[in-house]
């Protein structure tokens, strides 16, 4: 296979990493200037946990939010740079001489960066607007699956793939190796958008979640596109070594047996870099001010989830890695799936379901939600079977055997429930060590046990 040939320029990722500083610094300083404003404005929340009742500057994800789409549309022409100081005398030219072709600017690149800013500042109004209503589950659901038409869009016109490869052990079954899913494809990545704008929204409460979330989330990916770029040292190792008969060739040291290669490639994860890079920067300015300095002096509301979660539905569809991304999303999943029985109505779903605040002891105990009318026949069982799994505690009648009360289905609670209480700044180090190890647990699967299920 010729070896990353030709090697497009990357002179735009020096420009994405000075605008991702600038990200940091204006998060740094902007987010405590303006928190002020957002309470004039009556965007301000009490910390649930803690014993004061000091109005805390809220929705300062809007803040983060123009920061992030601002320097990215100042970015818009940085990408375009090397192909503009190739081509760019051809431009004045109406007709290039004879003889001359003039080739194309890269319109599809375009594309690709306008659908993804329309999606973000939809998230961004949708996410506002939940902060000002609290806009209900069923209109905050389809909402993302409408933004995302223009990134299915772009997706389609470049002739995105559909396929799915079958794992091994399926193959006699199915007789083939690869499966065209055609639009149920698209109907998967529309899901994404609304599973990764919402999972992260559902994982919050406590000092600093939130925004570690996406942080750690963000550098994840940010490594795995790391992995693709043309690295100027030769990392060729010699994979039996590593118990394959393949060698591996640049950024593949961890990544064993991965595709390489093609400039296609190297573009993609080059334009998801772009976007993450200054997400990043954004991110750890503002987890300064939300878990740093704890306590909390803002909250990031939900505008700050939604945005970052349509930013990573973005690079997972634009850059063709939607199944690598949801590999990051592993603690939000297992929270999702979770909380299904308190967000589909089989157990009563409170307005907060964060832990309990003991104000004597300063320690998180789980919160419970307490059943007014007995639980139906279908959530018993469940409730039940997940109290089996250590995944929720009951409180029975001792008499009629009728659950009484639950803890509230979400992973933070879980952690209570197993680890036993603790205060919330150890909970959120709980939170983060997990999304770390789910990490780690991604890249091992993808690039390790896939060789597995896949021939690589
Ligand atoms: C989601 C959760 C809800 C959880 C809430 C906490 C579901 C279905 N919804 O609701 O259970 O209680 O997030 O954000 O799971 N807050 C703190 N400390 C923090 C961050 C937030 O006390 O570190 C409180 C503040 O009072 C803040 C409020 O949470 O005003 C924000 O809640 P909001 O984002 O409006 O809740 P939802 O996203 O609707
Ligand atoms: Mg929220």
Redesign the pocket.
């Known amino acids: 296979r010729p070896f990353l040939s030709p090697v497009p320029p990357l002179p735009a990722l020096h420009s994405s990493l000075g605008f991702s500083i600038i990200a940091f610094l204006a998060a740094l300083y902007l987010v405590p200037a303006l928190g002020g404003i957002m309470v004039k404005a009556n965007l301000k929340?009490?910390?649930?946990?803690k014993t004061y009742d000091t109005p805390i500057p809220?929705c300062l994800g809007l803040v983060c939010a123009s920061i992030y789409i601002l320097l990215l549309i100042l970015f818009i022409p940085f990408p375009f740079t090397s192909w503009y100081k190739e081509h760019g005398s051809n431009i004045s030219n109406s007709k290039p001489a004879e003889g001359i072709s003039v080739p194309e600017f890269p319109h599809h690149l375009l594309a690709l960066y306008l659908s993804s800013l329309l999606s973000l500042l939809m998230a961004t109004m949708l996410g506002f607007l939940d902060?000002i209503f609290?806009i209900r589950w069923r209109y905050k659901l389809p909402i993302p699956i409408i933004a995302s038409i223009p990134l299915l869009m772009v997706y389609y016109a470049e002739q995105g793939n559909t396929y799915v490869v079958v794992p091994l052990p399926l193959r006699p079954l199915l007789g083939r190796t690869l499966v065209n899913l055609g639009p149920l494809y698209y109907l998967y990545m529309s899901l994404l958008s609304t599973f990764s704008t919402n999972s992260i929204?559902?994982l919050?409460?406590?000092?600093?979640?939130e925004v570690s979330q996406a942080l750690i989330i963000a550098l994840s990916v940010v490594l795995n596109d790391l992995l693709y770029l043309p690295w100027p040292v030769d990392f060729r190792i010699p994979l039996h070594l590593l118990g394959s008969q393949k060698e591996v060739e640049v950024g593949g040291v961890w990544a064993a047996g991965m595709a390489y290669g093609s400039r296609e490639l190297v573009e993609r994860h080059l334009f998801s870099l772009y976007f993450m890079l200054p997400l990043v920067g954004v991110c750890l300015g503002f987890m300064y001010h939300n878990w740093y300095v704890y306590p909390?002096r803002v909250?990031p509301?939900?505008t700050f989830?939604y945005v970052t979660g349509m930013a990573f539905a973005v690079v997972g569809i634009q850059a063709h890695f939607s199944k690598t991304l949801l590999l990051f999303f592993l603690p939000q999943i297992f929270n999702f799936l979770l909380?299904c029985p308190?967000?589909f109505g089989l157990v009563p779903?409170p307005?907060?379901?964060?832990p309990r605040f003991d104000p004597n002891t300063n320690l998180l105990h789980p919160s419970k939600v307490l059943f007014e009318h007995p639980p139906s026949h279908a959530s018993t069982v469940v409730l039940r079977a997940l109290s089996l799994l250590g995944l929720t505690e009951l409180t029975i009648h001792p008499n009629s055997g009728q659950i009484l009360e639950c803890t509230n289905l979400?992973i933070l609670n879980v952690f209570l429930v197993r680890l036993g209480s603790m205060n919330e700044k150890k909970l959120v180090q709980v939170l983060i060590c997990t999304q770390i190890a789910g990490s780690v647990l991604a890249f091992v699967v993808r690039y390790g046990l896939a060789g597995l299920v896949y021939d690589g």
Do not use: K, P, W
């Not at 929340?45 to 946990?49: A, E």
């Not at 307005?351 to 964060?354: E, G, K, L, T």
């Open positions: 929340g009490r910390d649930l946990l809220e902060d609290d929204n559902i919050a409460g406590i000092n600093g979640s909390a909250f509301g939900d989830c909380s308190q967000l779903c307005r907060h379901r964060v979400t």
